[in-house]
């Protein structure tokens, strides 16, 4: 007995050490947390940014996006885009080679350009990035010529996105479905493995000699490894950062920011997200919501300030139109819109014929109540937002029916059936083309618009903005299309976007790119 | 002496004759004084029913109102037991929770242990193919995960709480049809059934009168523990869109959206869980003291 | 016994079909999530109808199923196009792991529990452990789980919090199971051990001069296997099924999560391969139990 209770003392021992072992990170090595695990993390199909984050590091773009706005050469070193704006001709450099050998140039351009466009690959993201694409041609062996059916202003952001990732056509053709999991790029860091569920691993690249300008660093980078681990449970997050096991953790919930932010040995780093603020979508196919007022009502009667408060800590700005503050092409004169006025609700209520006849605080009209069935989707927030959303409205006499929808494709088919008056999405992109996913006509069936709005005027303006060259004349045409919408009262503008993101003191050099989402890796040193 | 095959039927004619004694079907075998255990479940139970009923009335608090000023707050005269992440009171939701949490977690263990009841004895007493097709029957909904046989009901029966504990209900059934069949089984070979048999009891009788008090001890410690079970499943599929839908306050549902504040806030959980935890508790120790006046062999 | 084998074929069958009609009548298309996500024209829809055999009659559906059954071919995932095959054997272990060690650890708890609180019956040591076998049942894996990690995994720094790879990643999550489902055993344990303590061959081991202890061990503890065999089968099986909140909690691969993700993705051959599979694993657990009952209590068997 005794001898037995020696053995166990001793094996335990040894258990922990090895544990200690395992998990001590030395320098060189960080573990970064995601949060939920993607069902593809292969590039040109998935549609979830949390692939990116670690692929950002795997593929290098052809052109990169400063957060100062301005495009920079990556693996184009110089790029012409034609008088109508339907050619651009990429010039790419010579001395780059992907992670298994193969030499980059024009026809891995192609290659890649096609896959993302044939449409057995079912590329969700990255094919609507490339827009009316028309063809890649390959001119010489390092110039790349990609046409367009019609002008698409958008393609240089669209390159600079890792959804339009470079990928080696020597892998891409021996792997074909597989190839998620066994992803070769030209970027940093290798790809090393990936375990669904459980990690991602990248190792560093050590022929890397083709950063970008804006980096202080070239060459080589400093992180030996990263492995990627994945939190589901947003309880957790800050306790894995907090413990060690990790040095980098992203979506850390609100509630736990500002503990980290005062801790010394933590830093947060916010990063706001480009693209569109969270926002419920009015239906306006269906009563009561296909009345302007109802719609305006909901908008004047909405405290947009108290739910940024209440949800989000103050770490996320109210929203009033539908682009966020960080997104190029945003026009502050949506904030003046609809400003929060309870009592101009009420008149419109009032006169759209909506009264409270038998005195229980929600408003009827024909004998029916005015119940708006709300679609909350459970992550992101919004039952919270949906809570505080119900209360405000009962101060002006509408009742939101409320309903949360567990998972991403009930949340798309509901959309699809059609039952409901609030449904809220988001969507992140640096280019305001974004817009056309939410708000032109032709994606009513099957798209994302979900407001169901079929105006020509705004579908005039969404093309205008594509075609459109000049920046200025862009910025012109979308403050035009922000204001329509927000005239139309088509959404009801929630907040703005902003990633949390949680380190450790001992990180240093982590930064975030254009997108808001996804970290530069390649310059981050761990003391 | 050879094994003699079970009789299953007699050709004597069953009718009523005096004496004929009525079913008591809680045959009192102690004392109320003498069972401490259950007097203080049923005070506990009593208790949170109490408050889940009156304490809205007494109080005339607020569970829903949200108050952006007063949140995350601690114990303090205006809220006893504190604000949660909505500044909403701790302890008029928890009051409020147990009227949607009790009766729902009691439906849950009724779905199961009713019919579970009623096709365990059946099969247990019948045997022959009856008896083959509820094993059968039972060991594909065991075999079946649980999760994906609560979303069919679920699916099939529509969202909602009460909708989600029938579904968390059935899920449980087969357990209790394996228990009962097996001690039916068992009991059915017992002398006792025999010479019940023999004397003229109709087979109703036989169940009622002489298997099912023995059946229901088994039972019961089951049932007593799955009351709390119900109403943590009714949270896990909270979990999954299903159940209580915000801002419905309802225990489950409290603690899975007080954990993220568990650090900074940890009334927003503990309280009810600690009411359930109670709830559980006082089942329990009344489930073992009518368990105890049931069972003629504990002693 | 070869007989209990083959019983278990039409229970196959059933779970077989019974998933079958599960998914599909769970209101959900993966054809139109997919189309819907890749842009969403109806071309591609009924394409993607064509390349799932969604467009064919249920029988015909149901008879190839069938037959994709009988070759052990589950297909591949909808979603991420792995083969669902490799999925499982990806994620299985985690799973099986944590289950048995949960398991392990449930017994061994509901054992001391179950056993003094019968050896003591009506004193304080017996309402003591019964109210942390209550205690156990009553608090929500995802809270204790939460507990845990900041007890043991942030503020001591002893155990990690999260993943797999050492047994160390195991304690935390099993223990949060283990607490869980050792009250149900404790108190079965108890119930039976008080049935059995005063019966009179207890009382002769007793009269033979045996330790209250031995008398447990060799007699009555003998009588109570069967239930509590019976019981860990059940729990094992809903461990399989259920671990999924676990799994969450301390970000672990498994079967748990595998199958509410494809669940809510509405991924149906992964649903329908990863039933398959813990119903193989359950009803083998399950025969197991069954042997060893007819082992302890062989009258059982004869029936």
Not at chain 2, 230 to 250: D, N, T, V, Y
Not at chain 3, 21 to 41: E, F, I, T, W, Y
Not at chain 3, 154 to 182: D, F, K, Y
């Amino acid at each position: 007995m005794r001898h037995t209770l020696r053995i166990m003392a001793v094996g335990i021992c040894l258990l922990l050490v090895a544990g200690a072992c395992r998990a001590a990170t030395g320098q060189g090595r960080l573990v970064y947390g995601l949060t939920l695990s993607p069902s593809s993390i292969d590039p040109h199909v998935g549609a979830s940014s949390e692939l990116g984050i670690p692929l950002t590091s795997v593929y290098d773009p052809l052109v990169w996006l400063t957060l100062e706005g301005e495009f920079v050469p990556g693996l184009a070193e110089r790029w012409q885009i034609s008088q109508d704006g339907t050619s651009y001709t990429f010039y790419l450099r010579q001395d780059v080679t992907f992670h298994d050998g193969t030499p980059f140039n024009a026809d891995a351009v192609c290659v890649n350009l096609d896959r993302i466009a044939n449409p057995e690959t079912r590329s969700a993201k990255a094919r609507s990035l490339l827009g009316p694409y028309d063809a890649c041609e390959v001119a010489d062996e390092y110039t790349a010529r990609v046409t367009f059916t019609s002008p698409y202003a958008p393609f240089l952001s669209a390159a600079s996105q890792v959804y339009l990732a470079m990928a080696s056509p020597t892998a891409l053709a021996k792997w074909g479905d597989e190839y998620q999991f066994h992803q070769v790029g030209t970027g940093p860091f290798t790809f090393k493995e990936y375990t669904p569920n459980d990690q991602i691993t990248l190792e560093r690249n050590p022929d890397y000699q083709w950063a970008p300008s804006f980096f202080a660093r070239q060459g080589p980078p400093s992180l030996n490894e990263i492995e990627f681990r994945f939190f589901v449970d947003a309880a957790t997050r800050s306790p894995a950062l907090e413990s060690g096991q990790v040095q980098v953790m992203g979506e850390i919930p609100p509630a736990d920011a500002a503990r980290l932010d005062a801790d010394p040995d933590f830093q947060l780093i916010t990063v706001p997200v480009p693209g569109l603020s969270l926002q419920m979508y009015l239906n306006t196919e269906r009563a009561p919501t296909d009345d302007i007022r109802v719609r305006q009502a909901l908008l004047y009667a909405a405290d947009r300030q108290e739910i940024v408060d209440v949800v989000f800590m103050g770490y996320s700005p109210p929203a009033y139109g539908p682009l966020t503050r960080v997104t190029w092409g945003y026009t502050d004169s949506v904030e003046s819109m609809y400003p929060f006025d309870p009592d101009r609700a009420r008149a419109l209520l009032d006169e759209a014929g909506w009264v409270d006849s038998n005195g229980d605080g929600i408003r009827e009209r024909d004998g029916q109540r005015l119940a708006l069935q709300t679609i909350l989707s459970s992550w992101g927030f919004v039952p919270e937002v949906g809570q505080v959303l119900k209360q405000q409205y009962e101060q002006v006499g509408i009742e939101l029916d409320m309903q949360v929808i567990a998972a991403y494709p009930a949340l798309v088919q509901t959309a699809a059936e059609g039952n409901y008056h609030l449904i809220p999405f988001t969507l992140s992109s640096s280019d305001p083309s974004i817009l056309d996913s939410t708000f032109y006509s032709s994606n009513v069936e099957g798209g994302f618009n979900w407001s169901k709005v079929r105006d020509p005027e705004l579908d005039h303006l969404l093309d205008l903005g594509i075609q459109a060259q000049d920046a200025v004349e862009r910025a012109r045409i979308y403050a035009q299309i922000q204001e329509r919408i927000m005239e139309e009262a088509l959404i009801l503008p929630i907040r703005d976007y902003v990633n949390l993101n949680g380190a450790s003191s001992s990180v240093e050099g982590l930064r975030f790119d254009a997108q808001g989402w996804f970290p530069w890796l390649y310059g981050v040193e761990v003391k | 002496m050879a094994k003699s095959p079970p009789v299953r039927s007699y050709p004597i004619p069953t009718r009523k004759h005096p004496p004929y004694r009525p079913i008591p079907i809680l045959p009192r075998r102690r004392a109320w004084y003498q069972m401490p255990d259950a007097i203080a479940g049923l005070v506990l139970l009593g208790l949170v029913l109490c408050l889940a009923a009156l304490g809205p009335v007494l109080t005339g608090c607020d569970p829903n109102t949200i108050h952006a000023e007063t949140r995350l707050q601690g114990p303090t005269s205006q809220y006893w037991l504190g604000t949660d992440q909505f500044g909403r009171d701790v302890m008029c939701r928890t009051f409020y929770g147990g009227r949607v949490s009790l009766p729902v977690g009691l439906l849950a263990v009724v779905t199961a242990l009713l019919p579970g009841l009623w096709l365990g004895l059946i099969a247990g007493y019948q045997g022959g193919w009856v008896d083959a097709l509820v094993v059968r029957v039972t060991d594909i909904m065991l075999a079946f995960p649980s999760i994906l046989l609560a979303l069919l009901i679920i699916a099939w029966l529509g969202a909602g709480v009460q909708n989600a504990m029938i579904a968390v209900g059935l899920a449980a059934m087969p357990r209790y049809i394996r228990v009962v069949r097996a001690n039916t089984a068992r009991l059915e070979r017992a002398w006792f059934v025999r010479a019940a048999r023999i004397v003229g009891c109709t087979d109703t009788r036989i169940l009622i009168r002489h298997i099912l008090p023995n059946v229901l001890p088994a039972i019961i410690a089951l049932a007593a523990l799955d009351i709390g079970w119900a109403i943590l499943s009714g949270a896990a599929l909270s979990f999954l869109g299903l159940g209580a839908q915000p801002p419905m306050a309802e225990w489950g549902a409290m603690i899975d959206q007080g954990r993220g504040f568990l650090r900074q806030a940890p009334w927003i959980v503990l309280v009810p869980g600690a009411m359930m935890t109670i709830t559980v508790l006082a089942v329990n120790l009344m489930g073992d003291g009518l368990r105890d006046a049931l069972d003629p062999r504990i002693r | 016994m070869t007989q209990r084998v083959l019983g278990t074929l039409p229970t196959f069958l059933g779970i077989a079909t019974l998933v079958f009609l599960a998914v599909r009548v769970l209101s959900g298309d993966p054809a139109s999530v997919l189309a819907a996500q890749a842009g969403g024209s109806s071309a591609l829809l009924n394409q993607l109808r064509t390349q799932y055999g969604l467009d064919k009659p249920l029988s015909t559906q149901y008879l190839a199923y069938l037959s994709d059954i009988a070759r052990l071919d589950l297909g591949r995932s909808i979603f991420t196009g792995q083969s669902v095959a490799a999925m499982i054997a990806q994620q299985a272990p985690a799973t099986l792991a944590l289950a048995t060690t949960a398991i392990v650890l449930a017994v061994a708890l509901g054992l001391v529990l179950g056993i003094l609180a019968a050896m003591h019956q009506g004193t304080w040591i017996d309402r003591v452990c019964m109210g942390i076998a209550v205690l156990g049942v009553s608090v929500p894996i995802a809270l204790s789980g939460l507990l845990l990690i900041l007890a043991f995994s942030l503020a001591l720094r002893w155990l990690p919090a999260t993943g797999q790879g050492t047994p160390l990643h195991l304690v935390l999550p099993a223990t949060a199971m283990g607490l869980a489902s050792s009250g149900s055993i404790a108190r079965v344990v108890r119930t039976q051990l008080l049935e059995v303590l005063d019966k009179d061959y207890i009382r002769v081991a007793r009269a033979k001069g045996l330790s209250e202890i031995q008398v447990l061990i060799r007699h009555a503890l003998r009588t109570t296997l069967p239930t509590l065999l019976n019981l860990v089968g059940l729990q094992f099986g809903f461990m399989l099924g259920g671990a999924v909140i676990t799994e969450s909690v301390f970000a672990r691969q498994g079967l748990g999560r595998t199958l509410v993700e494809a669940i809510l993705y509405y991924d149906y051959p992964v649903i329908q391969g990863t039933v398959l599979v813990s119903a193989a694993i359950y009803t083998g657990i399950n025969l197991i139990v069954d042997l060893a009952h007819c082992y302890f209590d062989p009258t059982v068997c004869e029936r």
